[in-house]
């Protein structure tokens, strides 16, 4: 049997309650439940669908475990809900409605020179064009210091072509192959740490300095990267290294080792590492079409000891030969152990006052954010609190633009301040260039008092406010960031903006 990468992050935690019949004491017994992605191939390479549970062995330090679920995604449900928006306008509610898994293309134009970008831009938009109508993409870009969302989930073929053709061609900036690819997946991490299921990153590279290992211990200093396997295998983040140089004829210098890298990264994460290829299209239509279907596992291992030791995982199926991809393993550190969530729980307010509320703090906020030109800064409520702001007037290459922020008052929590019903937020801007460079940001606190009788009028109505951001002319990347400043709830939305030059 060929075994490949496996996909291990955990995903849910479970707990044991015992109550005491004395009352007053409660005993919790905390076990870590690990999930487990396998995606199953055959000899050609197409997804083997309809195994059964009793199929599969999985063994952890070569114990073998007991199944506790097992789910077959059958790869149909492939549509991401993006309505459409008026340009410089994004929403987060794609998030309500998402499939198993999703794809996420990541273009590294800090490894790929100008003629492969030029023929890397050709490739990804035949594959654009090749794509079935309902399957959704999202585009980010890597630069020289950073990696930014260039088009969020979108089935729009215009849109992603458009994104594309923003993306590359790039010209690189001297010295930006050094920068840590390491960085780019924790940043990668972040940004889609709001979105459940299993992300597929299609990482097109020019060759890779990443030393991610199915078995990090043979790494001297894996220590420093176990905050890095951790973050991947929660946020169930495979990569797919897909050398953009495609078919090398002459032996280039490192090439080998640079190919061997990025098969370590795909074994480590549960993806696969394509090289030698000139049919880039074809790669990313294969991986969207098998990686679709796969098979999610979870078991709780038997002799946790919280000792940060490496575990590792290999799973085994029934019949065959298949080719399974899987993480291979993870870190005994204890890593997301909980209890499990309350459906409700009890919120201490102002002057001794309680509230029951829902515990949705886990939830992203689902909001919308309108960007537009100003010709004035936006005045603050009074009661408003600043807690960091670029506050200067606009430089002479730079025009300032109005953020207006459009939420649902009921995802935000309400208290009873002096009678009147008070809601508190935070809200952040955090502007990049084209080379990912940080170029301004604003970061405020937010407090607003609520009409209680138009509140009982319009129970479901928004709530909006503006925020003011100083902004350099040309491309633009903006990270917007919403969050409930009572039970620290969050919101976050990507956008590039084209800023329009100062008159």
Do not use: C
């Not at 090749?130 to 979108?154: C, E, H, K, M």
């Not at 740490?193 to 990090?216: A, C, E, M, Y």
């Not at 509320?357 to 992203?364: F, M, W, Y």
């Amino acid at each position: 049997m060929l075994l490949g990468n496996l996909s291990v992050p955990i995903w849910a935690q479970t707990s044991d309650t015992k109550s005491s019949q004395q009352g007053g004491y409660v005993f919790h017994a905390n076990s870590r439940e690990v999930l487990t992605d396998v995606s199953v191939t055959d000899s050609n390479g197409n997804p083997v669908k309809g195994l059964s549970r009793s199929a599969f062995h999985i063994f952890d330090n070569d114990h073998p475990q007991q199944l506790e679920s097992f789910e077959e995604h059958a790869g149909s449900e492939t549509t991401v809900a993006t309505a459409s928006a008026p340009p410089n306008v994004v929403s987060n509610a794609y998030l309500e409605h998402l499939p198993p898994s999703l794809n996420i293309i990541l273009i590294d134009t800090t490894t790929i020179d100008i003629v492969d970008q030029m023929f890397l831009n050709q490739e990804l938009a035949r594959f654009v064009n090749s794509l079935p109508a309902n399957q959704g993409l999202a585009i980010y870009q890597r630069a020289a210091d950073g990696t930014f969302l260039v088009q969020n989930f979108t089935s729009d073929h215009t849109l992603l072509l458009a994104a594309i053709h923003r993306a590359i061609p790039h010209l690189r900036q001297p010295g930006s192959w050094y920068a840590s690819d390491m960085g780019t997946l924790r940043q990668l991490a972040a940004f889609l740490s709001q979105i459940p299921g299993r992300k597929n990153v299609l990482w097109f590279t020019g060759g890779s300095n990443l030393f991610l290992k199915p078995d990090p211990t043979n790494v001297p200093s894996y220590r420093a990267l176990r905050d890095v396997y951790d973050e991947l295998e929660s946020e169930r983040i495979a990569i797919y290294p897909i050398d953009a140089r495609g078919l090398t004829v002459e032996v280039r210098s490192g090439t080998a080792e640079q190919h061997m890298l990025m098969a370590d990264v795909a074994e480590a994460t549960g993806g696969q590492a394509w090289y030698n290829n000139n049919g880039l299209s074809q790669i990313a239509s294969r991986v969207v079409d098998t990686d679709s279907h796969f098979y999610t596992l979870t078991y709780r291992p038997d002799d946790l000891r919280g000792n940060n030791k490496w575990h590792k995982v290999k799973v085994s199926v029934d019949g065959g030969p298949y080719h399974l991809s899987y993480r291979r393993g993870y870190f005994d550190d204890g890593t997301g152990t909980s209890h499990p969530p309350r459906k409700t729980r009890t919120m201490l307010l102002a002057h001794g006052e309680t509230i029951q509320a829902p515990d949705r703090h886990t939830e992203p906020i689902i909001f919308e954010a309108r960007v537009q030109p100003s010709t004035a800064t936006t005045a603050m409520p009074a009661n408003a609190t600043q807690t960091s702001v670029s506050a200067h007037p606009p430089k002479r290459n730079e025009q300032p633009y109005a953020v207006h922020y459009s939420v649902p008052l009921d995802a935000l929590t309400r208290q009873m301040i002096n009678g009147e019903p008070e809601i508190s937020v935070g809200a952040a801007i955090l502007a990049f260039n084209h080379f990912g460079r940080l170029t301004g940001y604003v970061a405020q606190k937010l407090t607003f008092s609520l009409n209680e009788e138009k509140l009982k009028a319009t129970p479901g109505a928004k709530f909006g406010f503006d925020q003011q951001i100083n902004l350099p002319k040309g491309e633009d990347y903006l990270y917007i960031a919403l969050w409930d400043t009572t039970n620290g709830r969050v919101g976050t939305v990507q956008l590039p903006l084209d800023v329009e030059k100062t008159k």
